[in-house]
């Protein structure tokens, strides 16, 4: 079963980082589609960023030059570093992965930009 786990949420000032992760047991990440979602209070769920098993990457135009989708050396972990943060980035953060067995999603990770 495949489990993913979030982390790196947090309280931050506008303009400041985090790096979000998204943890698996095994190294899934290295043959499937991995992408982070972000659903804000009100909002639909929607894409920021995601990476294939072949590394390509592709961003939301509002987060462009801010967020960098990446992988772990073993594969097992995938990051989300978030630079230039702003209140409009605020919202719960998704890890989801596509197997051909289906889609799973991560828990989730709150990220709150103050102003």
């Known amino acids: 079963q495949v489990q993913l786990v979030e982390s790196g949420g947090g309280l931050v000032q506008a303009v400041g980082s985090l790096r979000l992760s998204c943890a698996s047991s095994s190294n899934i990440f290295s043959f499937a589609t991995t992408a982070w979602y972000r659903q804000a209070p009100g909002k639909q769920r929607e894409l920021v960023a995601a990476i294939t098993s072949g590394g390509s990457t592709v961003y939301v135009d509002s987060v462009k030059g801010r967020f960098t989708i990446s992988r772990g050396d073993a594969k097992k972990t995938v990051y989300l570093q978030m630079k230039s943060l702003k209140p409009e980035d605020t919202a719960v953060y998704y890890c989801?992965?596509?197997?051909?067995?289906?889609?799973?999603w991560g828990q989730g990770t709150q990220v709150t930009v103050s102003s």
């Open positions: 989801k992965v596509t197997l051909g067995t289906g889609d799973y």
